[in-house]
């Protein structure tokens, strides 16, 4: 999504940012903003915390940068066995500098293990509808969203898609208590249609992020999706780019659900948005063939592990264990999700509001009974969106998370140490920007 989309400005009109502190930014006109999405959910801990600016200019002080193939460097091993102790069931990591690089690394991974173990047909991705997971290539293509799609179809992977696992939105006659295994069985028929001996990997986002407007996974979903996996052959990677490092009340997303992937990418809330960083982790059981067959993972590029980045990623991710943030997240998060529910229940056009910890969605439908979307051409969420930013709220609208063209969502992703009236101000300024969006229908 392009900047002047979430923000309702045109490119030239954006104003300029100057500053920023705590859960909040400041233009150069004076104006205020409060950060009630993390920009895309980027902005775990706030701006220019000062333990943090400070970890990272004693790292300038001494090395900037040393190259990952020559070096290593004590905040990237200091940052590598935290993350593996915060993680549990992950013994090797490869850095990178975005999400979409991550998961290009991910899937680059994937085939390198199959390659190294003989199986050098098992080639194919699945992916589901409703996803996204890059702007790469390789990313893009197993990305089930229709509009950053489009300009670039003939050049993408030929990947499978599945059904988007949303129980707000399930399939045609399926109900939220078998949604779950209605999925599960729906992958397993594709890996079929197509050959286990060729698919290398399943890819999904433990909670949707823009393409859905978050949405959880079905309970019980990814352990049956883990099952089918596993009966052939197939590696399951979770994409935590958006919902991981803490973001959901655990630091992986997928504790929630009680399983490991085989190979999971993080990146925005890593390091906070301080320094570009991200990651590529896999268990044991995927390194070793390929160990052992080609001597190291043949991914990454000049700047993995990036000695400055990870100075960052260290700084945020101390602060975060030290303050127990993650477990406030998970308690804070259900309570702001009431609050929301109560403020905006008030509106017919709310439909839903689903998430999990700080990583919040809210759906907007023209027909609560039959949750009918409203047309594109509204672009609802963009109007909320504009109005809210106009007030001083950066929140991160979605378009269509129905069918690809239609629905409206509004994300909130606020810092983890957010206050109590932080997050108060944060609903009350949405609440008017919905108020004054959709009086305007009227």
């Known amino acids: 999504?392009?900047?002047?989309?979430?923000?309702?400005?045109?490119?030239?009109?954006?104003?300029?940012?100057?500053?920023?502190?705590?859960?909040?930014?400041?233009?150069?006109g004076g104006k205020r903003y409060i950060d009630g999405s993390g920009g895309p959910a980027v902005f775990s801990v706030g701006h220019a915390q000062p333990e943090i600016n400070a970890a990272i200019m004693r790292q300038l002080n001494e090395i900037a940068y040393g190259y990952r193939y020559l070096f290593t460097s004590s905040a990237l091993e200091e940052l590598t066995a935290l993350i593996f102790r915060v993680c549990g069931g992950y013994q090797h990591i490869v850095y990178s500098g975005s999400g979409s690089e991550a998961v290009e690394g991910a899937l680059k991974i994937a085939?390198?293990?199959?390659?190294?173990?003989?199986?050098?047909?098992k080639r194919h991705f699945i992916a589901r509808d409703r996803s996204w997971h890059?702007?790469?290539?390789?990313?893009?293509?197993?990305?089930?969203?229709?509009?950053?799609?489009?300009?670039?179809?003939?050049?993408?992977l030929d990947v499978s898609f599945v059904s988007a696992a949303n129980a707000y939105r399930?399939?045609?006659?399926?109900?939220?208590?078998?949604?779950?295994?209605?999925?599960?069985?729906?992958?397993?028929?594709?890996?079929?249609?197509?050959g286990p001996e060729t698919v290398a990997a399943f890819i999904f986002e433990p909670v949707v992020g823009a393409a859905g407007g978050v949405v959880p996974a079905p309970q019980g979903y990814a352990a049956q999706i883990q099952?089918?996996?596993?009966?052939?052959?197939?590696?399951?990677?979770?994409?935590?780019?958006?919902?991981?490092?803490g973001r959901s009340g655990t630091w992986r997303a997928l504790e929630h659900d009680g399983i490991v992937a085989d190979i999971m990418t993080i990146a925005k809330g890593l390091a906070g948005g301080y320094i570009p960083l991200a990651a590529t982790l896999c268990t044991q059981?995927?390194?070793?063939?390929?160990?052992?067959?080609?001597?190291?993972?043949?991914?990454?590029h000049t700047f993995t592990g990036h000695t400055a980045a990870c100075a960052a990623g260290l700084a945020v991710q101390q602060l975060i264990a030290r303050e127990s943030l993650v477990e406030h997240v998970r308690t804070s998060g259900a309570r702001f999700q009431d609050a929301i529910r109560q403020s905006l229940s008030r509106f017919d056009e709310f439909g839903d509001v689903r998430g999990r910890g700080y990583f919040i969605g809210i759906e907007f439908v023209r027909d609560r009974a039959t949750k009918a979307p409203w047309p594109r051409e509204r672009a609802l969420s963009f109007d909320i969106g504009g109005r809210a930013f106009a007030e001083?709220?950066?929140?991160?609208?979605?378009?269509?998370?129905?069918?690809?063209?239609?629905?409206?969502?509004i994300i909130l992703a606020p810092p983890y140490n957010a206050s109590d009236a932080e997050l108060a101000e944060i609903l009350e300024k949405?609440?008017?920007?919905?108020?004054a969006a959709l009086n305007a229908d009227c």
């Open 134 to 156: 890059g702007n790469t290539l390789g990313a893009l293509s197993v990305s089930g969203f229709l509009e950053r799609r489009r300009a670039f179809e003939g050049s993408l």
């Open 430 to 435: 949405l609440t008017r920007a919905v108020a």
């Open 392 to 409: 001083g709220l950066i929140c991160y609208p979605c378009a269509g998370n129905v069918d690809g063209i239609r629905g409206d969502t």
């Open 285 to 300: 059981q995927v390194a070793a063939p390929i160990l052992s067959e080609h001597g190291s993972f043949q991914t990454g």
């Open 1 to 28: 999504m392009s900047p002047s989309r979430a923000s309702g400005f045109g490119i030239a009109d954006l104003p300029r940012i100057v500053r920023g502190s705590g859960s909040y930014l400041y233009d150069a």
């Open 227 to 245: 099952r089918v996996c596993r009966k052939y052959d197939v590696l399951l990677i979770a994409d935590e780019v958006m919902c991981g490092a």
């Open 111 to 121: 085939l390198q293990h199959f390659t190294a173990r003989g199986l050098a047909r």
């Open 170 to 194: 399930p399939p045609e006659g399926v109900t939220s208590e078998n949604l779950a295994a209605h999925l599960a069985a729906q992958l397993e028929q594709t890996i079929l249609a197509r």
